[in-house]
Nanobody
Framework: QVQLVESGGGLVQAGGSLRLSCAASGRTFSNYAMGWFRQASGMEREFVASISQRATRTYYADSVKGRFTISRDNAKNTVYLQMNTLKPEDTAVYYC?????????????????WGQGTQVTVSS
């Protein structure tokens, strides 16, 4: 497995932007497809975005399409989530995780090697 550490969260006003980073330890990062999930207070963890092993495919939840962009830099062992036009309903702890290539991209159960999460708070 790979060890993941998220960063870049914080407090931002509605309409603002943040870029989250997920740094991976070890040299197995390129073996995984990656995903971002979020969990708001009192809610279940939900799918946000995923990117395939070689970045040929990306997937997004309907709620973030057109606003969020997932990317990865395998040379840097890092996956990113660029979040634009943030809304208060985007407030959550954001988690990075890995999955095996070809696996279901939007299921929590598919993923492994979860990071500790980074808090994103969007004020109205």
């Amino acid at each position: 497995q790979v060890q993941l550490v998220e960063s870049g969260g914080g407090l931002v006003q509605a309409g603002g932007s943040l870029r989250l980073s997920c740094a991976a330890s070890g040299r197995t990062f390129s073996n995984y497809a990656m995903g971002w999930f979020r969990q708001a207070s009192g809610m279940e963890r939900e799918f946000v975005a995923s990117i395939s092993q070689r970045a040929t495919r990306t997937y997004y939840a309907d709620s973030v399409k057109g606003r969020f962009t997932i990317s990865r830099d395998n040379a840097k062992n890092t996956v990113y989530l660029q979040m634009n036009t943030l809304k208060p309903e985007d407030t959550a702890v954001y988690y990075c995780a890995g999955r095996d290539p070809g696996s279901i991209y939007n299921s929590v159960k598919t993923y492994h090697s979860w990071g500790q999460g980074t808090q994103v708070t969007v004020s109205s």
